[in-house]
């Protein structure tokens, strides 16, 4: 039992030093070496204790702490996102990726502010800066769990540099969304752009839905699962996953319109589908390809594509923008608040963690939403 310098007993492997009042806690981790934690307080040093034999039992802490950032990484991504889909770790790759030939090489205990800003600078975009900067924040953050680091210098990196201004969302305004449908009918997505549309999933949602997910009865759609497509060890490979949250996990009302679609969707999938056999695991997808395999963001983006080309040869005086499918649920959501449908159940619907979520995105003013409160105003000021 180690002594505070006062006397006070501070228990197993905590001392505290005489020439500074540092306090000190010592114990064997799971390589047969003592490890040696150092903070101002008592409390401190508890905790830090506490933290790093629980790293060592879960074997999450790292042999030196002498490593560079590349070896950390590494480490990291494998123990301390061990549970994370393989889409995200590929997300945190990507963004760790930047900064990679800048800092992977240091030391971790060698790293300071401006050499991480220096990198950070490097990058071309804030929306870049601002990724990158939250994987080395969560790196750094368990590093100093893990008693590596003595401080989390990227906390302190600014990402806002460029400073570009940020493009508003593509929103489908009512005239486009009915010529774009009327040029996508004879399309094999016509009915996922119409479920889109009228239900505010996202495409990997769209991907994911299996039949059984559909009661038509009580007219909803229930979201259980995303279907993920990501490289894994050099193949692409489809996932289909839970939805990350709770709140993602929800149920949708379903428009007539949206069943229509559904049902329209049945039957053509009966129809091609009987001589192609469904992937292992993919047998009850609503939306698939034309070999009957799981559907992409990719493949249906080219679609898309496809029918805007035909859109601008039709109506080459309609200044019809490029849009991605994210755009559809940018649509839903704009649609139904333009509805006045309170914002707590659109934000429901679309499956948000956070009102404010739903807040920040879908808070502004379309081009439909401004006619509609100048006849507003129009009929009041006729009947005054």
Not at 119 to 129: H, P
Not at 143 to 169: C, G, H
Not at 299 to 314: A, P, R, S, W, Y
Request: with cysteine; charged share 30%; proline share 2%.
């Amino acid at each position: 039992m180690g002594k505070s310098l006062n006397g006070k007993e501070l228990g197993k492997g905590i001392s505290q030093r005489k020439e500074d009042g540092l306090y000190i806690a010592r114990f064997i981790n799971r390589f047969g070496k003592r490890q040696v934690i150092y903070d101002k307080t008592y409390n401190g040093v508890q905790k830090k204790l506490r933290e790093a034999i629980l790293a060592d039992d879960k074997e999450i802490n790292v042999v030196s702490n002498n490593m560079t950032l590349d070896e950390w990484f590494e480490k990291w991504i494998n123990t301390c996102k061990k549970n994370c889909r393989s889409n995200t770790k590929d997300t945190y790759a990507r963004h760790y990726k930047r900064v990679r030939k800048a800092l992977g090489w240091r030391k971790l205990n060698k790293l300071n502010l401006v050499v991480m800003q220096e990198a950070i600078n490097q990058l071309k975009t804030d929306n870049e800066r601002k990724n990158s900067k939250k994987i080395l924040v969560d790196m750094l953050e368990k590093a100093l769990a893990s008693d590596l680091i003595t401080k989390n210098v990227a906390k302190q990196i600014t990402t806002e540099i460029t400073k570009e201004e940020k493009k508003p969302r593509r929103v489908l305004t009512i005239q486009e969304t009915n010529i774009f449908l009327e040029e996508a009918k004879d399309t094999y997505y016509y009915n996922l752009f119409v479920v889109a549309l009228e239900t505010g999933m996202r495409i990997g949602e769209l991907s994911g839905l299996q039949w059984e997910d559909i009661d038509y009865k009580n007219k909803i759609i229930h979201v259980k699962h995303s279907m993920t497509y990501f490289s894994k060890d050099g193949k692409y490979t489809f996932e289909l996953h839970p939805t990350k949250t709770n709140k993602g996990m929800r149920s949708i009302p379903l428009t007539e319109t949206a069943i229509k679609a559904l049902k329209r969707q049945y039957t053509m999938k009966q129809a091609f589908s009987n001589d192609k056999e469904p992937m292992n695991g993919f047998e009850n997808l609503v939306f698939v390809t034309k070999n009957n395999r799981p559907t992409t963001q990719f493949l249906v983006t080219e679609c898309i594509e496809g029918i805007l080309k035909k859109i601008h040869t039709h109506y080459p005086d309609l200044a019809f923008e490029k849009f991605s499918p994210h755009c559809f649920r940018h649509t839903f959501a704009t649609r139904w608040l333009e509805a006045q449908v309170p914002l707590k159940t659109v934000s429901a619907i679309l499956g948000h963690s956070q009102l404010q979520l739903t807040t920040d995105l879908y808070m502004h003013v379309t081009q439909d939403s401004l006619f509609k409160g100048l006849e507003q105003y129009e009929s009041l000021r006729q009947v005054g």
